[in-house]
């Protein structure tokens, strides 16, 4: 099948290899000029795990190209996926001007029948707005769907290659068949493809998102409450996540949720239900609840260093928002580092991925370390903030040599409480008793 990705985003991007890996033909467009002679020139823009092996291959068997020229990309496929940038804007809404801008441009363009697909997270309504501004210059048929992603940064690859389910939001007989044959050789493993109206299937992915952005508010909760009464959080978290009504992902406590959908979606989930004048109170409470999650790791370090952070040394390991990404949006060590500098803290930071991103932000603010022991030498205290693999089995001897306080402030649970103890590090994390061998 002949597709078009219009913009190359984490979605867009993944989504077009992707689909290009199972045979199809696909041209990705993007308006950035210098993106896309880098794509041309076989450099992938993003980290995702696996996804630079398929970038290439399928560049070299023909199926997968770039370019800025819409009308080229319009004119030689009938499948239109929009993974277009939805932000937040400053109320909350989600911002459709990408979203509207390539509308019209297509209803400009088109001159035979193509199928436009919303694959990116956008507002209920959004399919019908898309059609509006299509059918106003459109002299040809077309049909507009709603087929939202589930994927993960870290796995976006993966999830691609094998859904859990697809949704196609749809009432065109012609657009589901299409859809449903484009999905074949995802679904030939007995995965369902749920149709629905274009309204519920956009509402869908936000319910998803939404959802499991309560799932870890709770549990966050939940943790904060273990650390007043003594329980430990990873108990309760074993002992409720092998029931299978709740299921035991997104249930582990730490410093909240980050990246670039749970804060916009939830956010605009809570918009969209205002406008329509439904208070969702949950949802509310989900964001005030991560909103103080984010730097409960600083007032710990406070009262270990007696209420003084000014002229302190503090390590950071980890800064993007999840392991396996170079994504810092919404991340939790953003508000942590932020906090640090407003208290006149040194700063020093590693990460695998992300301090190229995270050095757009702060510059010379932070000091960035070619690996993750050089972020200790002479620190006050380390905090964690991303759970990494290597950051699992360190040399603690090493770090206690380098550090001069042995404390760890550990927003992902990372450490064993019993390996703390035996190596005499002051360690305290989400949700469990503090350990003050150091």
Same mark, same amino acid.
Request: charged share 25%; proline share 4%; aromatic share 10%.
């Given at each position: 099948?002949?597709?078009?990705?219009?913009?190359?985003?984490?979605?867009?991007?993944?989504?077009?290899?992707?689909?290009?890996?199972?045979?199809?033909?696909?041209?990705?467009?993007?308006?950035?000029?210098?993106?896309?002679?880098? &794509?041309?020139?076989?450099?992938?823009?993003?980290?995702?795990?696996?996804?630079?092996?398929?970038?290439?291959?399928?560049?070299?068997?023909?199926?997968?190209?770039?370019?800025?020229?819409?009308?080229?990309?319009?004119?030689?496929?009938?499948?239109?996926?929009?993974?277009?940038?939805?932000?937040?804007?400053?109320?909350?809404?989600?911002?459709?001007?990408?979203?509207?801008?390539?509308?019209?441009?297509?209803?400009?363009?088109?001159?035979?029948?193509?199928?436009?697909?919303?694959?990116?997270?956008?507002?209920?309504?959004?399919?019908?707005?898309?059609?509006?501004?299509?059918?106003?210059?459109?002299?040809?048929?077309?049909?507009?769907?709603?087929?939202?992603?589930?994927?993960?940064?870290?796995?976006?690859?993966?999830?691609?290659?094998?859904?859990?389910?697809?949704?196609?939001?749809?009432?065109?007989?012609?657009?589901?068949?299409?859809?449903?044959?484009?999905?074949?050789?995802?679904?030939?493993?007995?995965?369902?493809?749920?149709?629905?109206?274009?309204?519920?299937?956009?509402?869908?992915?936000?319910?998803?998102?939404?959802?499991?952005?309560?799932?870890?508010?709770? &549990?966050?909760?939940?943790?904060?409450?273990?650390?007043?009464?003594?329980?430990?959080?990873?108990?309760?978290?074993?002992?409720?996540?092998?029931?299978?009504?709740?299921?035991?992902?997104?249930?582990?406590?730490?410093?909240?949720?980050?990246?670039?959908?749970?804060?916009?979606?939830?956010?605009?989930?809570?918009?969209?239900?205002?406008?329509?004048?439904?208070?969702?109170?949950?949802?509310?409470?989900?964001?005030?609840?991560?909103?103080?999650?984010?730097?409960?790791?600083?007032?710990?370090?406070?009262?270990?260093?007696?209420?003084?952070?000014?002229?302190?040394?503090?390590?950071?390991?980890?800064?993007?928002?999840?392991?396996?990404?170079?994504?810092?949006?919404?991340?939790?060590?953003?508000?942590?580092?932020?906090?640090?500098?407003?208290?006149?803290?040194?700063?020093?930071?590693?990460?695998?991925?992300?301090?190229?991103? &995270?050095?757009?932000?702060?510059?010379?603010?932070?000091?960035?370390?070619?690996?993750?022991?050089?972020?200790?030498?002479?620190?006050?205290?380390?905090?964690?903030?991303?759970?990494?693999?290597?950051?699992?089995?360190?040399?603690?001897?090493?770090?206690?040599?380098?550090?001069?306080?042995?404390?760890?402030?550990?927003?992902?649970?990372?450490?064993?409480?019993?390996? &703390?103890?035996?190596?005499?590090?002051?360690?305290?994390?989400?949700?469990?008793?503090?350990?003050?061998?150091?």
């Amino acid at each position: 099948m002949n597709i078009a990705v219009i913009g190359t985003g984490y979605v867009g991007l993944v989504s077009g290899t992707c689909l290009a890996e199972v045979g199809n033909n696909v041209i990705c467009v993007d308006i950035d000029e210098e993106k896309v002679e880098q &794509m041309q020139e076989g450099v992938v823009p993003i980290y995702e795990p696996h996804l630079e092996e398929l970038f290439h291959k399928n560049i070299q068997a023909e199926r997968l190209e770039f370019t800025t020229d819409l009308k080229y990309a319009l004119d030689n496929s009938l499948v239109i996926f929009l993974a277009l940038p939805t932000p937040q804007d400053e109320d909350g809404s989600a911002d459709l001007q990408h979203v509207k801008n390539v509308a019209h441009k297509i209803g400009k363009k088109i001159s035979a029948y193509k199928i436009i697909i919303n694959k990116s997270t956008v507002p209920v309504g959004t399919s019908e707005m898309v059609k509006k501004i299509i059918a106003s210059y459109a002299k040809v048929d077309f049909d507009v769907a709603s087929n939202p992603e589930f994927l993960r940064e870290g796995f976006a690859v993966h999830d691609f290659m094998n859904p859990e389910r697809i949704i196609i939001g749809s009432t065109s007989n012609q657009a589901i068949d299409t859809l449903k044959n484009l999905y074949r050789p995802f679904t030939s493993i007995k995965r369902p493809v749920i149709v629905m109206d274009e309204k519920s299937a956009e509402l869908t992915k936000y319910a998803a998102n939404t959802f499991l952005a309560t799932k870890i508010s709770f &549990m966050n909760e939940v943790a904060n409450l273990c650390e007043i009464i003594g329980s430990n959080v990873e108990d309760i978290r074993k002992g409720i996540g092998s029931d299978s009504r709740i299921g035991n992902k997104f249930l582990y406590p730490g410093i909240g949720y980050g990246g670039s959908c749970f804060p916009k979606d939830v956010n605009a989930l809570v918009y969209s239900s205002d406008e329509a004048g439904y208070d969702f109170k949950i949802l509310k409470s989900v964001i005030d609840v991560n909103k103080v999650q984010k730097t409960s790791m600083i007032p710990k370090v406070k009262k270990y260093l007696n209420n003084d952070l000014k002229g302190k040394r503090i390590g950071i390991w980890g800064l993007s928002f999840k392991p396996n990404t170079d994504d810092i949006r919404e991340a939790p060590s953003i508000d942590v580092i932020n906090e640090l500098l407003l208290n006149d803290v040194e700063v020093l930071a590693y990460d695998p991925e992300a301090m190229h991103n &995270m050095y757009k932000l702060y510059g010379g603010k932070v000091i960035f370390c070619e690996n993750a022991y050089d972020a200790l030498t002479n620190v006050d205290c380390l905090i964690i903030n991303t759970e990494w693999r290597e950051f699992y089995s360190p040399d603690f001897f090493r770090m206690k040599n380098l550090m001069k306080n042995a404390a760890i402030f550990d927003g992902r649970n990372v450490f064993d409480l019993n390996l &703390m103890k035996e190596n005499k590090f002051h360690y305290e994390s989400v949700g469990r008793k503090v350990i003050k061998n150091a």
